[in-house]
C-alpha cells in the first residue's frame, strides 16, 4: 500500500515504523522543512504537504493534525474521509489484549498510571501508553499476548475520528479546554465521546457522575455495566450517587464497601479523589474486588511530575509545580489545594477559555501577589481588575521577552515564610516555552538554583 503519514512528531516517526516495516511505501508529510528524516525515507515538505493525499491508500494523520485539516486542504475529494486513520486506531485494530482507556481534561495521566499501578500489584502483565507517552503502535514490541491489559491515555486528539472504543472506557471530568484546536464546545465533546460510542453490551463504561458531560456521553455507550463514581471536590458538597464508587466521609467505598481510607491517599489536592475512584471503578472487577491490591498501589504514590509536585522550600516558602494545568479549572483546584497565603504564577498562550469562575476563585482565595506572565497575563490581570469581587491584589507582569529567571526571581521576592509559590499557569506555554514540560523543568531548575532544603 501507499501511505502517507500526516505530521512526523513522535507518533508520526512510530507509524512510519509501523508501516514501513511491513513493507509499505511510506511518505512522510509535514509541513516543517527541517525535520530529521529516518534513512531512506520519501517526504513531502513543506506549504504543500497535505496536496492531493487522494491518491494515497492510506493517510494516517498525527494528533496535532485535524481530520478536517486534511479535508479542507483536498476539497474535491471528500471520499478521503475513508482513508483517515491514525496510530491508535491501527493500534485497537491489531491488538490482542483487552484495553482500558481514560479520557477527560485533565487526570487521564495520573489515572492512567495508577490503573496501571493496581493491576500490576495484583499481578498481572500491563502495557501503559498512548498520551501519556509511548505510542500505541510501539507498545506492540513487547509482544503484548491476549491475557495482558493495556492501558491507553487518550486524548481528544486521539479520540475525534476513532472507530473503536476500548473494552473498559474512563471518562474523567471534562471542562472547557483545547478551544484553539476544536472550534466549539460541541465538537470536544463529540470527540470525548468516541471512547464510549463504539463499545459493546459487554464491555464497561466508567463517568463522573458529578460531571454533566462525562455523564451525558457515558449514555452513548451500549455496554450494560456503568459505573459512576462520586467525589465532590469540595468536602462540603453532598454525595449524589452511592450506586457505584464514592467518597463517605474519611472513606472511599465500591457499591457500600470500604476500600481505602483517604489518609491512605498521598496525591495532594481533593481533586485527585476523582482520579482514585475512577481508577478503582475501572479495576475492580478485574482485582477481584480486593481493597488490599488497591491500598498498596497507592502506597507511596504522589502523582506525576509538574502535576501539584512539591520541589521543596526556601526560608519557609514552599514551591509547587502545577505546569501541566493548562486551563482555568485545573488552576483553581490547584488554588483550592492549599490554604496558605500564595504568590500565584498564572498566564501563557491563549486557548480560548473562560476564565470567569478562576478569576472568582482567585477573589476568593488568600493570594499574596501575582506573578503574570506572557501573552495572557495583563489579560488576565485586566479581567480581574474589571471583575465584581475585585480585591485589588498586588500584581507584576512578566512579558514574554523575560525567562524564568525573571519569573522565579520576582516570586521569590514576593513571597513570605509560611507562603506557597505556585505555577498554576491556566493557559498553554506556547508564547515562552517549548511545552508545558519545559516550563515545568525550567521552573524547577530555577527553584532548586535557590538552594532548597
Known amino acids: ?44 515538505l513543506g506549504y504543500s504537504y497535505l496536496d492531493d493525499l487522494h491518491e494515497f491508500d492510506l493517510i494516517v494523520r498525527s494528533p496535532a493534525v485535524h481530520p478536517r485539516t486534511i479535508l479542507e486542504a483536498n476539497p474535491d ?51 501503559l501508553g498512548g498520551n ?50 476544536h472550534p466549539d464546545m460541541y465538537e470536544y465533546i463529540n470527540a470525548k465521546k468516541q471512547i464510549f460510542a463504539h463499545q459493546t453490551v459487554n464491555d464497561v463504561a466508567v463517568y463522573n457522575a458529578k460531571n454533566v458531560y462525562s455523564t451525558e456521553i457515558a449514555t452513548a455507550s451500549p455496554a450494560h455495566y456503568k459505573i459512576g463514581y462520586d467525589a465532590p471536590i469540595d468536602e462540603h458538597e453532598p454525595i449524589e450517587s452511592t450506586d457505584g464508587i464514592y467518597v463517605d466521609g474519611n472513606h472511599i467505598k465500591a457499591f457500600g464497601k470500604h476500600v481505602v481510607s483517604l489518609h491512605d491517599i498521598h496525591l495532594k489536592g481533593r481533586h485527585n479523589l476523582q482520579n482514585v475512584c475512577a481508577s478503582i471503578g475501572a479495576t475492580w472487577d478485574l482485582i477481584g474486588k480486593r481493597p488490599k491490591i488497591i491500598k498498596k498501589a497507592l502506597d507511596g504514590f504522589v502523582g506525576l511530575p509538574h502535576r501539584l509536585e512539591e520541589i521543596g522550600t526556601l526560608n519557609g516558602v514552599t514551591f509547587v509545580d502545577d505546569s501541566f494545568g493548562t ?19 498564572i498566564g501563557g498562550s491563549d486557548k480560548n477559555n473562560d476564565f470567569t469562575d478562576l478569576i472568582e476563585t482567585i477573589n476568593n482565595s488568600n493570594i499574596r501577589h501575582i506573578v503574570a506572565i506572557g501573552e495572557m497575563g495583563p489579560r488576565i490581570i485586566e479581567m480581574l481588575k474589571n471583575s465584581a469581587g475585585n480585591k485589588n491584589t498586588p500584581y507584576t507582569i512578566i512579558n514574554t521577552s523575560q525567562t524564568m529567571k525573571d519569573i522565579v526571581s520576582t516570586a521569590i521576592h514576593f513571597a513570605q515564610s509560611g507562603d ?24 524547577k531548575a530555577e527553584v532548586n538554583a535557590q538552594n532548597l532544603a
Open 1 to 44: 500500500m501507499n501511505i502517507a503519514i500526516v505530521g512526523f512528531g513522535e507518533q508520526g516517526r512510530s507509524s512510519f515504523n509501523y508501516w514501513f516495516s511491513k513493507g509499505d511505501v511510506v511518505v512522510i508529510c509535514d509541513k516543517k522543512r527541517d525535520l530529521e528524516l529516518p534513512a531512506g525515507a520519501i517526504d513531502k
Open 77 to 127: 475529494h471528500p471520499e478521503i474521509i475513508d482513508k483517515i486513520t491514525s496510530n491508535t486506531e491501527e493500534f485497537f485494530k491489531v491488538c490482542k489484549a483487552p484495553i482500558i482507556g481514560v479520557t477527560g481534561s485533565k487526570g487521564k495521566g495520573t489515572t492512567s498510571t495508577l490503573i496501571t499501578r493496581i493491576l500490576e500489584e495484583s499481578g498481572k502483565n500491563v502495557h
Open 132 to 181: 501519556i507517552g509511548t505510542p500505541p503502535l510501539d507498545l506492540l514490541k513487547n509482544n503484548i499476548s491476549e491475557n495482558d491489559i493495556v492501558v491507553l491515555e487518550l486524548a481528544n486528539f486521539q479520540l475525534i475520528d476513532l472507530r473503536y472504543s476500548p473494552h473498559i472506557a474512563v471518562c474523567l471530568m471534562i471542562t472547557e479546554e483545547h478551544l484553539d484546536w
Open 327 to 345: 486551563n482555568p479549572a485545573t488552576a483553581e483546584v490547584a488554588i483550592k489545594a492549599y490554604d496558605q497565603p500564595k504568590v500565584l504564577i
Open 420 to 443: 506557597v509559590v505556585l505555577l498554576s499557569t491556566a493557559c498553554a506555554s506556547f508564547d515562552m516555552f517549548k511545552n508545558y514540560k519545559d516550563r515545568g523543568e525550567q521552573f
